[in-house]
């Protein structure tokens, strides 16, 4: 009897340690959190409007640059490749410790999100939720094989249901720990119901792993999606401020000796053994004096 309350014990205290290491929480991160004006590498793994950029990879920009939109700022967050190019209009709310949507721009297709929705609202944990109400309009919306719809299409009384959920997922990057941000926009178009998915998975650095667009009504659709490609924009320059130099080194040198559960944005494992060691620290002195574009 006292051995198997012995053992319950040994098995909720357990289960406790890895129900904690499951649930992890991202706080908001200020300005700098969301790395503005740094470059991430994705590859497009779904696109309904050009196949043909299917595998292609292309960079993800927030901001520097600014807009107005009805009297508040958003950043141009951008993502290009070689043949599409997007716009995401990204707003940081401090007093909400939100980032808020206001409108999306696919090639010709515009989106407009009026009131703009909370895309994350920190602190972001699993079984986070929350509700808002918005309207969307789009225009030049293009449908495969019919060609440019001419009118905008209007979309009151849409009902936007956010709810965040921890999830392992594997990239080309690697395999990381997120928290699925998944916003489900429900209302009627022209008298049709329709129910478009936006889904954001994040890392605990609060880098975007993977985001996609899918109708589910009237059709199932996956409209875009794209995926971390790379743990480190440019391969050996692990700070980000576009040379290879001791800052780099340093930078190895602090996880030095460690074995990494998960991969890192920036990734000191540069041979993605697992560990970083001296062949890490050589990899990156081998091209010291490199210089990227910023
Ligand atoms: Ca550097
Ligand atoms: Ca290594």
Redesign the pocket.
């Given at each position: 009897m006292r051995i198997s309350k012995f053992t319950l014990l040994l098995i909720v205290f357990t289960l406790s340690i890895f129900s904690s290491l499951e649930a992890f929480e991202i706080q908001f991160p200020g300005e700098n959190g969301f790395f503005i004006g740094k470059p991430m590498i994705y590859v497009i793994t779904a696109n309904s409007n050009d196949d043909k950029t299917i595998g292609q990879e292309g960079t993800f920009v927030f901001g520097p640059d600014k807009v107005n939109i009805g009297g508040a700022e958003y950043y141009d967050c951008t993502f290009g490749s070689e043949s599409n190019g997007s716009h995401f209009y990204l707003g940081i709310d401090y007093a909400n410790k939100s980032l808020t949507q206001k409108s999306i721009k696919f090639g010709q297709t515009k989106l407009e999100i009026n009131p703009a929705v909370s895309l994350l609202k920190y602190p972001l944990f699993p079984g986070q939720k929350w509700s808002e109400k918005t309207s969307l309009v789009a225009e030049n919306v293009v449908i495969p094989g019919l060609g440019m719809i001419p009118t905008a299409l209007r979309v009151d009384n849409v009902k936007a249901e956010t709810l965040v959920s921890a999830q392992v997922i594997s990239s080309p990057a690697g395999t990381f720990n997120t928290l699925l941000v998944e916003t489900t926009y429900t209302g009627n178009m022209i008298g049709i119901p329709m129910t478009l998915i936006q889904r954001t998975w994040l890392n605990e650095d609060n880098v975007v792993i993977k985001r996609n667009f899918e109708f589910t009504k009237p059709s199932k659709l996956m409209l875009y999606e794209i995926v971390l490609s790379k743990p480190n924009p440019n391969p050996y320059d692990l700070n980000w401020d576009g040379i290879v130099n001791i800052l780099d080194l340093m930078y190895i040198a602090k996880f030095f000796g460690k074995s990494l559960q998960r991969t890192m944005i920036p990734n000191?494992?540069?041979?993605?053994?697992?560990?970083?060691?001296l062949?890490?620290l050589r990899l990156v002195g081998t091209h010291l004096g490199e210089t990227y574009k910023k």
């Amino acid at each position: 009897m006292r051995i198997s309350k012995f053992t319950l014990l040994l098995i909720v205290f357990t289960l406790s340690i890895f129900s904690s290491l499951e649930a992890f929480e991202i706080q908001f991160p200020g300005e700098n959190g969301f790395f503005i004006g740094k470059p991430m590498i994705y590859v497009i793994t779904a696109n309904s409007n050009d196949d043909k950029t299917i595998g292609q990879e292309g960079t993800f920009v927030f901001g520097p640059d600014k807009v107005n939109i009805g009297g508040a700022e958003y950043y141009d967050c951008t993502f290009g490749s070689e043949s599409n190019g997007s716009h995401f209009y990204l707003g940081i709310d401090y007093a909400n410790k939100s980032l808020t949507q206001k409108s999306i721009k696919f090639g010709q297709t515009k989106l407009e999100i009026n009131p703009a929705v909370s895309l994350l609202k920190y602190p972001l944990f699993p079984g986070q939720k929350w509700s808002e109400k918005t309207s969307l309009v789009a225009e030049n919306v293009v449908i495969p094989g019919l060609g440019m719809i001419p009118t905008a299409l209007r979309v009151d009384n849409v009902k936007a249901e956010t709810l965040v959920s921890a999830q392992v997922i594997s990239s080309p990057a690697g395999t990381f720990n997120t928290l699925l941000v998944e916003t489900t926009y429900t209302g009627n178009m022209i008298g049709i119901p329709m129910t478009l998915i936006q889904r954001t998975w994040l890392n605990e650095d609060n880098v975007v792993i993977k985001r996609n667009f899918e109708f589910t009504k009237p059709s199932k659709l996956m409209l875009y999606e794209i995926v971390l490609s790379k743990p480190n924009p440019n391969p050996y320059d692990l700070n980000w401020d576009g040379i290879v130099n001791i800052l780099d080194l340093m930078y190895i040198a602090k996880f030095f000796g460690k074995s990494l559960q998960r991969t890192m944005i920036p990734n000191p494992d540069m041979d993605n053994n697992s560990l970083v060691d001296l062949s890490d620290l050589r990899l990156v002195g081998t091209h010291l004096g490199e210089t990227y574009k910023k």
